[in-house]
């Protein structure tokens, strides 16, 4: 009985220890919450570099507050420091500009479909049925399901949909049902 209760209590130690040793045995991945991808590897060097420029730029100020860095090498390092902040944050700008200009064409050209779509040269066709306009090339109608521009097919009279009978010739109509 003891044994079993050292080896559940072992297999429990061990699982727990995986468990917190997880985050090391995987590799780090940078995330982007705004956009819900992945960051390209240039990027997430770029921002690590920033990360580590910025540290060190915090540490340095520290340091020469409490008195470990003379004023003489406090200056030229603060001004490198920052010197590579700038250069880091303007090309992650750049590259977030970039991306953001490739989003808005994309999303342009959607527009533009769409716009295209909706602002079809109507047919001056309006629906019968529920008075709906409806674009050249329409067979049916889009709110109601009529069949539009539907005509006799014994004298070749335009016709409602609604219609049992032809008013031109009498003829009974066979139209798809709306």
């Not at 559940?8 to 956009?35: H, N, S, Y």
């Not at 240039?42 to 540290?55: F, I, P, S």
């Not at 100020?61 to 920052?82: I, M, N, S, T, W």
Request: charged share 25%.
């Amino acid at each position: 009985m003891d044994g079993v209760a050292i080896g559940l209590g072992l297999l429990i130690a061990g699982a727990g220890g995986a468990f917190v040793a997880w985050p090391w045995w995987t590799k780090r991945q940078a995330f982007r919450p705004e956009t819900g991808s992945r960051v390209s590897s240039g990027e997430e060097a770029l921002d690590e570099r920033r990360e580590a420029v910025l540290t060190a730029l915090r540490d340095l100020e520290f340091d020469q507050a409490v008195g470990k860095v003379a004023d003489e090498d406090y200056k030229p390092l603060r001004q490198a420091l920052l010197v590579e902040a700038a250069d880091i944050i303007t090309r992650l700008d750049e590259k977030q500009a970039t991306a953001q200009s490739n989003i808005d064409a994309r999303v342009e050209a959607e527009l533009m479909i769409i716009h295209q779509e909706l602002n079809a040269e109507p047919s001056n066709n309006i629906c019968p049925l529920c008075g709906r306009p409806a674009r050249r090339g329409d067979v049916y109608c889009a709110g109601c399901g009529a069949q539009l521009n539907a005509t006799c097919s014994t004298c070749g009279r335009g016709v409602r949909s609604a219609d049992l009978y032809c008013t031109g010739c009498g003829a009974e109509l066979v139209l798809a049902a709306s």
